[in-house]
């Protein structure tokens, strides 16, 4: 069975990247807008792995990962989030809020697709 | 995640089917602890394990010294292939127990690598 | 990814949109930070997209802007009119940057905004630390070191599973990494009722041999870093040099498990150190278990190496043995030359060292042409990928199978080798082999098999590439022919005749142009290569059953061993490999058949190309000739010379640029005594003649 996972990220341009990049790879995808529109769908849908972005209206990054890591569906799921190199604040940042690992942008589809080997096997 | 609990005459068997990671550990946990309660000596069926990582194994290992430490039995009677691999990528194949208590019977003496 | 550049591109456009709003709100309320955060994030993303597809200068000029409003939501910053104006008309060159066809960008512009903003952004404190993602650092580890043992203790924190971490992803990974052992240590876990299931309770001992150094088993764990206990340490290699491995104790000692202090206490004792230092309690099973892993580790790992060193190998730049092969060849010359000497001078003694040193001249040459030698096989396996991705593209399911991977050819002929022997097994699948349901439907297993084998004979390596596939539709290639005007329409041909067609320059029978074939490449350019390297090609196929090509290729292009021979006053090499035989040809034996150029050896008559008449020489021919008499595929083709001189070893010369074309001619070499003798290339003779005879 295809593994799920979700993009979270304000750009539309940045979710079909990465859409691209793993439906190559054979995963089924998820997008979600922001952090709010995540956890919405996150209620209804079984979601193995999530990769988000920390800039974003509503419900940013770190906002998400501290209330995915709260609730008990998606407790344990891996999260990667998306950082700059300007950013490393907020990179300890979402680590202290539970982020499985990070993917400084810009990344290459392998950089993804290795990151993802990494932490979903 | 799927258990049930078989009786028998000779002792019990727990039949733990599915996936069994982390997110269904907490349960996990429950049906060892009802099962070992009710019976003397206790089989862990794994014949249908499909998936499971580090905390199943923990649980397994750390049931399994609490049986020796009350005088009872806990074994894995049957294992899927899925599961042996997990003992192997876990490193947890050995040729002696852990602890003293186990040192001897240990759940997972006798594993290999190319298990 | 065109696609994917436009949805930036409109995506870009809108978030400008959106910039420039903010930016004016902004320069009303330059208080509100959320407006400043709301700039910062449309500046984050049009450089992080930008970057990502492809517009690397976009990204480069936003990174400063997108820097001084970090600052500005920081409070190292205050928004000025400034910093509005200017963003405003960054708005505008990166609009002018992101469009199809760069409308109405100015250079000028943004540069000046480009060294202003970078001005301010560059009053921030330098924060120094460039990140770098684990890929990167991968990366830079890629390059070959040492192999190295290391032994790493690693021991997450307890709440480990909460950052969605899955511990043995990453014991699989160090498994890729190199040869590991690792142990999993169980003994913290707590009794059962005190335990928390989702907690991580266990450790793990691991000892790596790796040549992928420090820096690729650290960026294994890049995301735990600080979520774990990572000791790493590199066993020292002072038990390389086979001294004994370490002992039980010492690495006990080493890894901090045992105190020095104890470890002697122990050793007082009468038994087993493991079992006293368990039984004493000092140390759980498990750590001595660990420790005893790592003993074996490293033995086995010297174990490996050991044996690594008696079929060691040195890596020598190519160059070097060419030049040698070169030296070896103006040597052999020299010899030559030397012996010719000695054999004119009659003296005993230099005739003596002659002979030692064309003995230790051939050794020589020998042991230089078998270091060019490689074995075929590093190019079958490069096919084994190209069958399996084409196969997959074009729907058929196809098996390569190889044989002789260890038959060896000179490195030269094997690089050259490579594209001919690709294009074959690509007509093999394109051509050859049918698509599964017609291999059913004819009765064969669904999986194709191309047969790629190669063997020595004699001189000569002999490659065949064998399909059992729709064999060669005879029809086709003949109306095919027909209308590229190669043959006539009522030309009667056999078999083989029709299938030397397919190397008719631009012959192509594929009904329709596919990635594989049709592209422009055929089979004339693959005979060409194979000619260029002295080798032969051959078709056989049966139609159904599927079709065999054989390639015949010479073990060196070096040196070769020749038959020397005079005609008036030039001296000719035949390849002495495919010499059979030299018989004499008398006046007499010319008029018994009657001036036709065939002569009759032991009942059998062999035609014959007299070489005096070919090339054209002066003089005429002397009453008794000599006949070498040549096997060429499957028949005999005799060569008419003056005289037979004798066995020479060929250094081959390859002709200058004017002569390279000439057929018949293969190269020249130089004799002993400094004159150039041609090397002809005798199947290429003789289809020249047979054509002569053809057309007259």
Redesign the interface.
């Known amino acids: 069975m295809a593994k799920t996972i979700m993009t979270v990220d304000d750009s539309t341009s940045v979710r079909q990247m990465v859409k691209f990049t793993l439906s190559g790879a054979g995963y089924d995808v998820v997008e979600a807008v922001d952090g709010r529109d995540a956890l919405a769908k996150l209620q209804n849908t079984h979601v193995d792995m999530m990769i988000t972005d920390l800039n974003m209206p509503n419900l940013d990054g770190i906002g998400l990962i501290r209330a995915v890591r709260s609730d008990t569906s998606h407790k344990f799921m891996p999260i990667i989030m998306l950082t700059t190199e300007s950013q490393d604040t907020k990179k300890q940042d979402g680590k202290a809020a539970g982020a499985t690992g990070w993917i400084v942008k810009p990344f290459k589809p392998e950089q993804l697709l290795g990151v993802l080997k990494k932490v979903l096997g | 995640m799927k258990h049930s609990i078989v009786k028998e005459s000779e002792g019990s068997t727990l039949v733990l089917q599915g996936d069994l990671s982390i997110e269904s550990a907490g349960a996990v946990k429950e049906a060892l602890q009802e099962a070992m309660e009710q019976a003397e000596s206790l089989a862990v069926d794994l014949s249908g394990f499909d998936s499971g990582d580090l905390s199943f194994l923990q649980l397994l290992c750390s049931a399994h010294r609490a049986s020796v430490q009350n005088n009872k039995k806990l074994s894995i009677s049957k294992q899927s292939d899925a599961f042996k691999h997990l003992v192997v990528a876990a490193g947890f194949c050995r040729a002696k127990g852990c602890t003293e208590v186990s040192a001897e019977n240990c759940l997972w003496i006798g594993g290999s690598e190319d298990g | 990814m065109d696609n994917?550049k436009e949805?930036?591109r409109?995506?870009a456009y809108e978030l400008l949109e959106e910039l420039s709003s903010t930016l004016l709100e902004l320069e009303q309320q330059p208080d509100d930070l959320d407006l400043v955060g709301?700039a910062?994030?449309a500046l984050?993303?049009i450089?992080?997209?930008?970057?990502?597809?492809g517009f690397d200068e976009l990204?480069g000029f936003v990174?400063d802007i997108?820097?001084v409003f970090?600052r500005i939501r920081d409070g190292g910053l205050q928004v000025t009119k400034k910093i509005i104006d200017l963003t405003l008309a960054s708005c505008d060159v990166i609009k002018s940057m992101v469009s199809p066809d760069g409308e109405g960008f100015n250079a000028e512009l943004q540069k000046q905004i480009s060294e202003q903003f970078a001005l301010m952004a560059e009053e921030k404190a330098d924060?120094g630390?460039?990140?770098?993602?684990?890929?990167e650092g991968?990366e830079n580890a890629e390059s070959e070191k040492p192999l190295t043992t290391h032994r790493i203790r690693f021991r997450p924190e307890k709440d480990l599973?909460?950052?969605?971490?899955?511990?043995?992803?990453?014991?699989?990974?160090l498994r890729d990494l190199g040869d590991c052992s690792?142990?999993?240590?169980?003994?913290e876990?707590?009794?059962?009722?005190e335990?928390d299931?989702?907690n991580?309770?266990?450790y793990?001992d691991?000892i790596i041999t790796t040549d992928r150094g420090m820096a690729a088993i650290k960026d294994v764990f890049?995301?735990i870093e600080?979520?774990c206990n990572l000791e790493i340490d590199t066993i020292k290699p002072e038990t390389e040099d086979g001294a004994e491995s370490k002992k039980l104790g010492e690495i006990l000692v080493e890894r901090g498990d045992v105190t020095p202090q104890t470890l002697d206490h122990a050793l007082g004792a009468q038994k087993k150190i493991g079992e006293v230092l368990?039984e004493t309690?000092t140390v759980?099973?498990?750590i001595?278990?660990s420790a005893l892993a790592e003993q074996e580790h490293v033995k086995r790992v010297q174990g490996e190496r050991k044996q690594f060193e008696v079929s060691s190998s040195i890596r020598v730049a190519a160059g070097k043995v060419d030049t040698l092969v070169d030296l070896v060849g103006e040597m052999v010359t020299v010899q030559a030359r030397l012996t010719q000497t000695a054999a004119r001078e009659k003296n005993p003694e230099l005739t003596m060292i002659a002979e030692e040193v064309e003995r230790l001249t051939a050794e020589l040459r020998d042991n230089t042409m078998s270091i060019r030698m490689l074995p075929i096989g590093t190019t079958f396996s490069k096919f084994k990928r190209v069958v399996r991705d084409l196969s997959a593209e074009l729907g058929k399911d196809v098996a390569l199978i190889t044989e002789g991977a260890e038959t060896e050819l000179d490195k030269t002929v094997i690089e050259r080798l490579g594209d001919p022997l690709m294009h074959l097994i690509r007509n093999c699948i394109d051509h050859g082999i049918e698509p599964p349901e017609a291999r059913e439907a004819a009765g064969k297993p669904r999986q194709g098999t191309i047969y790629l084998s190669a063997s020595h004979s004699g001189a000569h390596v002999v490659i065949q590439i064998d399909d059992d596939g729709a064999g060669m539709n005879t029809e086709a290639i003949r109306g095919r022919a027909i209308e590229r005007d190669l043959i006539k329409p009522d030309a009667v041909l056999s078999d083989k005749e029709i299938f030397e067609l397919v190397f008719a320059p631009g012959f192509s029978t594929a009904q329709k142009v596919t990635s594989v074939s049709g592209r422009g490449v055929g089979m004339d350019v693959v005979r060409q290569n194979i000619d260029a390297l002295r080798g032969t090609i051959d078709i056989s196929s049966d139609k159904s059953k599927g079709t065999t090509v054989t390639l015949k290729l010479p073990l060196t292009l070096a040196i070769i061993d020749g038959l020397l021979v005079q005609v008036a006053s030039s001296y000719y090499v035949l390849p002495l490999s495919i010499v059979e035989e030299c018989i004499e040809l008398s006046r007499e034996d010319i008029e018994e058949m009657h001036g036709k150029q065939v002569a009759k050896v032991r009942g059998e008559l062999v035609p014959y190309v007299c070489l005096r008449e070919h090339f054209s020489l002066d003089g005429s021919r002397p009453s008794l000739e000599q006949i070498a008499i040549c096997e060429l595929d499957d028949q005999r083709v005799g060569f008419v010379v003056d005289s037979v001189i004798g066995g020479h070893q060929t250094v081959i010369k390859n002709l200058g640029k004017m002569y390279r074309n000439i057929d018949g001619l293969s190269g020249a070499t130089i004799l002993g005594d400094g004159t150039v003798a041609l090397i002809l290339d005798p199947g290429k003779l003789a289809q020249q003649v047979e054509q002569q005879v053809a057309v007259a």
């Open positions: 994917a949805i930036f409109e995506e709301k910062f994030r984050h993303t450089k992080g997209s930008g970057a990502m597809f990204a990174h997108e820097t970090d924060t630390d460039e990140e770098s993602s684990p890929e991968t599973f909460l950052s969605g971490t899955n511990p043995l992803l990453l014991l699989n990974e690792i142990t999993g240590q169980t003994d876990i707590p009794p059962f009722a335990m299931p989702e991580c309770y266990t793990w691991i890049i995301f600080d979520g368990v309690g759980g099973v498990g001595v278990a």
